[in-house]
């Protein structure tokens, strides 16, 4: 798989559709989710949904209509997503009075119906999650990472005061961090965004960013405080403690299937997906090799392990279709199965079969007695190699040496040059706009986060050499 952005598009492009996740629709990117490609954001939901709920959020659902007057009444946000938005403007074959929008994000809908909701300190806080559909009409659509409709979780939540709400909004991404991580196998870096790269209406945006395997960036989940300005904009007050009127003070935080692509850019090679076995629909494959249909007893085996492995919980399928072991190898991997198990004959004489693990060429013989242990036990030594592997990719591909637009031109012209990726550069900035914004102009390199745990501190500005008010993550983004 080549690392060239024109190259590595194409790859990602075939691997979705030959791996048989997801087909396209009439609609500009608008994509139809196939079963496998759903069931690998069901893990992902179900694992989010059930941290959400350990730390007291509950779900619910609001409308997909937005009336235009509800953008209206935050300026910034209105500014935000008003390129991005479809509108409805006819109904059952009559003109609306009013324009509504396919919701880009909910905050507007859900803080009308929070100040109906929250009248006394006694109803807080607010912690409502909705998992959902959002539209924003993208100009560049790529599957998963940025279409027109997605599916997403929106957490909206409305507290007493700012200390409380900006520890919700710290609390939430460090789940983000430790779903991505833990369940996904993709490390992130985490920090907060720079004013220009904010959720639009937020007073702090922070985020968790992930390296793809061509060196951009994909943030892969955002967590937002937005203070008073939602509030005083729906009119969300409550009755303090002292019986005085307060605005309560409103979080928001998301992610979305874009998760999806991120997996797929950071795990997969040449041969097509790589699944971390947590959210692989099958993460087992079992294969009957050699003269099988002539032994009746390779497939009883197969069946017997197949029943012993479901019974761990294991997703396992036994593939005894008509297609020769070599083509069912290459559809397997194509698929990203983690781990596939072969049984001949002579395997079945030696009481072993082999295994292999769909991220590493060797196969291994297994004592057949032993294999439903050795299977549990390869799924989860997997699922901690593919972090690994994914954290030494992005060490070697994030530059901490790279101090001025020089140094950064010249870094992407040897890139060029040698067919290497430019990755990302840890560099300082003096906290001007026009600093960031003439960064992005000449390299295409954008802000990702103000990390919290930088590697290093940088001390001058990457653009015009002043004194660096921050240390920031800067790369190419999807």
């Known amino acids: 798989m ?6 590595f598009s194409k790859w990602y ?101 929070y100040s109906n909701w929250i009248k006394s300190y006694r109803d807080l806080p607010v912690l409502i999650n909705q998992w959902a559909n959002v539209f924003r009409w993208e100009k560049k659509t790529l599957p998963f990472i940025r279409t027109s409709e997605f599916l997403w979780q929106e957490g909206h939540t409305a507290h007493v005061d700012e200390e409380d709400a900006r520890k919700e909004t710290m609390q939430m991404l460090t789940i983000y961090k430790e779903v991505v991580e833990g369940l996904l196998a993709i490390p992130v870096y985490d920090g907060q965004k720079t004013p220009s ?16 395997k061509d060196g951009k960036a994909v943030q892969a989940g955002t967590s937002h405080y937005l203070g008073t300005k939602f509030s005083e904009a729906f009119n969300i007050k409550y009755l303090n403690k002292e019986n005085k009127h307060a605005y309560v003070h409103t979080t928001s935080w998301g992610t979305s299937t874009r998760l999806i692509g991120s997996v797929i850019m950071v795990h997969g ?21 050699g003269p099988w249909k002539k032994n009746h007893a390779i497939l009883e085996k197969l069946d017997e392990i197949f029943v012993a492995l479901k019974a761990k ?26 781990i596939r198990i072969e049984l001949g004959p002579r395997d079945l004489e030696n009481n072993q079969g082999l ?39 992005r060490a070697k591909n994030s530059h901490t040496h790279i101090d001025t637009m020089e140094q950064l031109k010249q870094h992407l012209a040897e890139s060029e040059q040698n067919g290497t990726i430019p990755g990302w550069i840890l560099a300082g900035w003096c906290g001007d706009d026009a600093c960031e914004e003439n960064v992005k102009e000449k390299t295409k390199f954008t802000t990702r986060n103000i990390p919290f745990n930088p590697p290093t501190t940088k001390h001058t500005c990457l653009n015009c050499g002043k004194e660096a008010k921050h240390t920031v993550w800067f790369a190419r983004a999807y």
């Open 197 to 212: 790269e904010r959720f639009a209406g937020a007073i702090d945006t922070f985020s968790i960013e992930a390296m793809m």
């Open 269 to 289: 090679d040449e041969k097509g997906l790589v699944l971390p076995p947590k959210i692989a629909p099958t993460q087992v494959v079992l294969i009957p090799v």
């Open 355 to 393: 295994i292999k693990a769909r991220d590493v060429d060797e196969k291994v013989s297994i004592p057949l007695e032993s294999i439903v242990e050795s299977i549990k036990k390869e799924l989860e030594t997997m699922q901690t190699r593919l972090l690994e592997k994914a954290k030494v990719f």
């Open 2 to 7: 080549s690392q060239n952005t024109s190259n």
């Open 13 to 113: 492009i075939d691997t979705v559709q030959k791996a048989d996740l997801i087909d396209y629709t009439p609609v500009r990117g608008c994509i139809a989710f196939k079963p496998d490609g759903y069931e690998i954001w069901e893990h992902i939901q179900e694992e989010m949904d059930k941290r959400f709920k350990e730390t007291g959020h509950r779900n619910a659902y609001f409308p997909m209509l937005i009336p235009e007057s509800f953008f209206q009444k935050e300026k910034d946000h209105i500014e935000g997503f008003s390129p991005e938005l479809p509108w409805i403007t006819e109904a059952a074959g009559e003109k609306l009075e009013e324009r509504l929008a396919l919701r880009p994000t909910s905050e507007t809908m859900i803080g009308h119906l």
């Open 313 to 338: 919980g294991i997703r396992v399928r036994l593939d005894d279709s008509d297609q020769s072991a070599g083509y069912k190898y290459n559809e397997w991997e194509l698929k990203g199965v983690p």
